[in-house]
């Protein structure tokens, strides 16, 4: 039977609905086996949160050299395991992180790559948007095992509950992939709002907001949203550049993406026009985010946005 091997993502520990999203792409192709690679003694625990998704296997590696050593002992590990198991694809998220990691296990298992990819057919088609979404490509990997990124939200995650069987495997990393060591490193901040690239309604602010982002807070906050900007809000210093959204910035493709006060330079749209549904509010009919909306207001966000907070907040009450 065809296999397929996905990367499980964590952060902090903690398993992220990106691994879910792989899975389902993955079930596509053949049966999924996660792959964990986690600290000496956390294998289990990493693998228990594995409970969701069309997960058949677990593969646990434990080793305190993927914190020591990060990316590099990730990769040499990655690329042991795909010469063990020899699967038809190894699906990865498409963040900084995970390119990678992608990258350096194609070069040193002489496989064919491909990065942000929005889908994967079970004949290992993987459907990209390139040159600012205005293009879409269709491409299969030809040589070796398929190493495929795909972007966070692209995929509708099948959530039904699974129990996968889980082997522990145990690999030497390389003196190679130790030659960087990490002395420090500091967890993501988590606010009280859902991170970025996984959340599934964005409200994002540009140079309209004139560098007050109180009314897309609001109105963000009262659906339950993440917060994101454009490269001009973030450049003028208005928001923090962890939050820009864009081609030099973070991709997202949330269900719901509002776009406020930002005019929709190419930049910008490459980052967020894969989103599911997108609402513009601007007070220039001629800005071109309004081209790809599927719904826009004309007008000042401050008049719009917080009538728009009041009828959400009405509607739950």
């Known amino acids: 039977m065809t296999s397929c091997l996905i990367l499980a993502d964590f952060i902090g520990g903690k398993n992220t609905k990106i691994t879910a999203e792989l899975a389902t792409a993955a079930a596509r192709i053949g049966e999924v086996t996660a792959v964990v690679l986690a600290p000496t003694g956390q294998g289990a625990t990493y693998a228990a949160s594995l409970n969701q998704g069309a997960i058949s296997k677990v593969i646990v590696v434990e080793s305190d050299s993927f914190a020591a050593h990060g990316i590099g002992a990730v990769a040499d590990v ?4 795909i010469a063990t198991k020899n699967p038809a694809a190894i699906l990865i998220a498409s963040h900084a992180f995970g390119k990678e990691v992608a990258g350096r296990v ?3 298992s002489n496989c064919g790559i491909i990065t942000d990819a929005v889908d994967v057919a079970a004949d290992l088609t993987a459907t990209q948007l390139v040159f600012g979404g205005s293009t879409t490509v269709h491409s299969q990997v030809c040589h070796g095992t ?3 990124t795909v972007r966070p939200n692209s995929i509708t995650a099948d959530l039904k509950a699974a129990s996968p069987a889980v082997e522990s495997l145990s690999f030497e990393i390389s003196e190679c992939a130790k030659k960087a060591t990490i002395t420090s490193s500091k967890p993501p901040l988590q606010g009280g709002r859902p991170e970025l690239t996984e959340a599934d ?3 994002s602010g540009g140079r309209g ?21 454009s490269r001009a809000a973030t450049d003028a210093g208005w928001y923090p550049h962890s939050h820009q959204v864009g081609q030099t910035g973070k991709t997202v493709s949330p269900q719901l993406y509002v776009a406020c006060g ?3 330079a190419i930049q910008h749209r490459a980052g967020m026009q894969t989103s ?3 609402v513009v509010i601007n007070k220039d009919p001629e800005a071109p985010i309004f081209e790809i909306a599927d719904f826009g207001v004309v007008g000042d966000l401050f008049a719009v946005l917080p009538k728009a907070t009041e009828g959400v907040k009405a509607r739950k009450s």
Request: aromatic content about 4%.
């Open 106 to 108: 194609a070069v040193k």
């Open 209 to 229: 907001t004139n560098g007050d982002f109180a009314a897309v807070e609001a109105f963000a906050d009262s659906l339950g949203a993440a917060v994101g900007a």
């Open 146 to 148: 398929a190493i495929i």
């Open 201 to 203: 309604i964005v409200v």
């Open 262 to 264: 930002i005019s929709g």
């Open 78 to 81: 990655l690329t042991q395991i």
């Open 276 to 278: 599911k549904a997108i």
